[in-house]
């Protein structure tokens, strides 16, 4: 740290030559992340109120009560009236209380925890912050769980199931409503992980799509995940965590008495959250509604059937699954996807890689100017393979 500070003016322009390396999600070259720009609203918002902390509910009990309102308007989303919540910091926190609150629930039953292999990482931090064991189930060939296997590693100590809609790798939902019968059937905790396809599924069927069941419709489903900072363009950090009642929403409550605003209970991992988050999530469902977030699903949808059929007409590449949300797997069995994938980045593109594809997200800071630019690049890369 320096003695003397610098001017702020100097400060700005160091930052700006330092985060020139950095990509941006603005000139649409990045294809791999599942966030996106926030809205303009959504930053605005978040700029004004950056002092408010609703981890002391006391002090700001507005952006409290507020907070409420946002969960209401996710349970509504998500089939319920009565769910209950938080925001949080993004998909692994709330993943992470959820296994909290299931383990808490059926502490005196067992450990076990049944997710998919197509389950994010953050459940295996989940298993060692709390003392868990996972078991991994096989997928399908859809890449969806079994609930033959699921069915089979069903054990005494088994305490929740993981459903996923909308997974990190491919985008598919699991079978939620059979998952759902058996959570009831078993007296199992059945939590949801739709961090992405939170904001995706339930307005699929507004656009003339195929709806999927995977929310509070469905009586076995305890806890959903849903991410705002994803499909639902608000500021980093917004996650969610939704129960489907009050009661379980307090499962895992502690009480914290010295806070400014006096006594209150906390059921997050953090203490101070981001008062400015909630603010911005709530201005944005009010300002898109569901008919603007409609509207986004269906620029995405559009942009990824385009893609998709791009890549059907290339004959070395593959999708590996028909797309359910707005991200696309592409594979190869005569090429190197790897290779591919390292070759694309060298020409600017932003996008992940997993063993057997390329994963693309169709995100709405994407543009159909900006994928025909991608599919130029990709019949080039492949064209350069045919030529080797």
């Not at 006096?262 to 059921?267: K, L, S, V």
């Not at 594979?331 to 593109?349: D, M, N, P, V, Y």
């Amino acid at each position: 740290m320096r003695d003397k500070g610098l001017s702020q003016q100097e400060i700005k322009q160091e930052l700006e030559k330092i985060l020139q390396q950095d990509l941006s999600f603005s000139n649409g070259t990045i294809l791999g992340s599942m966030c996106t720009l926030p809205h303009n609203f959504a930053q605005e918002i978040f700029t004004i109120y950056i002092d408010k902390n609703v981890g002391d509910p006391g002090l700001f009990p507005a952006t409290a009560e507020l907070e409420d309102q946002t969960i209401s308007m996710l349970g509504d989303l998500l089939s319920s009236r009565s769910a209950a919540g938080f925001i949080l910091t993004g998909g692994s926190e709330a993943n992470i209380v959820a296994l909290w609150t299931a383990k808490t629930l059926h502490k005196s039953k067992g450990n076990e925890v049944l997710v998919p292999e197509s389950a994010h990482f953050c459940f295996d931090k989940a298993a060692s912050l709390l003392d868990l064991r996972i078991k991994k189930i096989k997928l399908t060939k859809e890449h969806t769980v079994s609930i033959s296997d699921l069915e089979k590693q069903i054990t005494s100590k088994t305490i929740a199931l993981v459903g996923i809609a909308g997974t990190t790798a491919l985008g598919v939902v699991d079978p939620i409503p059979e998952l759902s019968r058996i959570a009831q059937e078993r007296d199992l905790y059945l939590h949801v992980d739709a961090a992405f396809g939170g904001f995706v599924l339930p307005f699929l069927k507004h656009i003339g799509r195929s709806s999927i069941p995977f929310d509070f419709s469905l009586p076995g489903v305890c806890s959903i995940t849903i991410d705002p900072h994803k499909m639902g363009m608000s500021v980093i950090p917004s996650g969610g965590i939704l129960y489907r009642s009050a009661k379980l929403a307090s499962v895992v409550k502690v009480f914290v008495p010295y806070l400014s605003g006096g006594e209150t209970a906390q059921a997050t991992i953090v203490g101070t959250r981001s008062g400015a988050s909630v603010l911005a999530t709530w201005a944005l469902l009010k300002h898109l509604g569901r008919q603007g977030y409609a509207e986004v699903v269906k620029r995405c949808m559009e942009l990824t059937d385009y893609l998709a059929q791009a890549v059907k007409e290339i004959d070395e590449l593959s999708l590996l699954t028909e797309p359910v949300l707005n991200i696309i797997g592409i594979s190869s069995r005569t090429i190197s996807i790897q290779e591919l994938a390292q070759r694309l980045r060298k020409k600017g593109w932003a996008l992940s890689l997993f063993k057997e594809h390329m994963r693309i997200v169709l995100m709405p800071h994407l543009k159909r100017e900006h994928i025909e630019k991608f599919v130029i690049h990709l019949k080039e890369t492949v064209r350069d393979f045919r030529n080797q």
